[in-house]
């Protein structure tokens, strides 16, 4: 896969093969279930920088989730590969962050789902709104993507 197929230089890749529980009445795979690999590649992607779920508990500090945007571009079907790309796209002013997610199936090269996820830090055992840590800007920072 080249860089030009992705959206953001660099993606932090994640990887899925849709199986028969994937799939709906209409033999394609379930909305759903682009959401959730999204949500996991987010994770495994926050985790390998270095800030995984027991360090936001320490810190007592999250990115919430506030916003998302998701368009389906293609439908994909049992055994298709995919990879999950994501970054980190612009974190402004440091208490909203931006992600970005492409779905590309790897048989075809074709990008058959983008989403756009808006993000603020909260502390945890408030839930309100507190500026990040500086950890939180230490890690996140550096690894803003720019479009390709």
Known sequence: MTAAQWDFADPYLWSVTVEAIHIDALAHTRNTHYVEWCM??????????????????????????????????????????????????????RMKMTRRLQIVCEGTGATVFRGALEFVCIEISTGLPKRPP??????YGPVIAVAT
């Not at 500086?134 to 890690?139: K, M, P, V, Y």
């Open 40 to 93: 996991e590649a987010a994770w495994a992607h926050t985790t390998a920088l270095g800030l995984g779920a027991e360090d936001y508990q320490r810190l007592d500090r999250a990115m919430a989730l506030t916003r998302a945007e998701y368009d389906y571009l293609k439908a994909t079907r049992e055994g298709d590969k995919l990879l999950i790309g994501t970054w980190i796209t612009d974190w402004p002013g």
């Open 134 to 139: 500086r950890a939180f800007i230490d890690i």
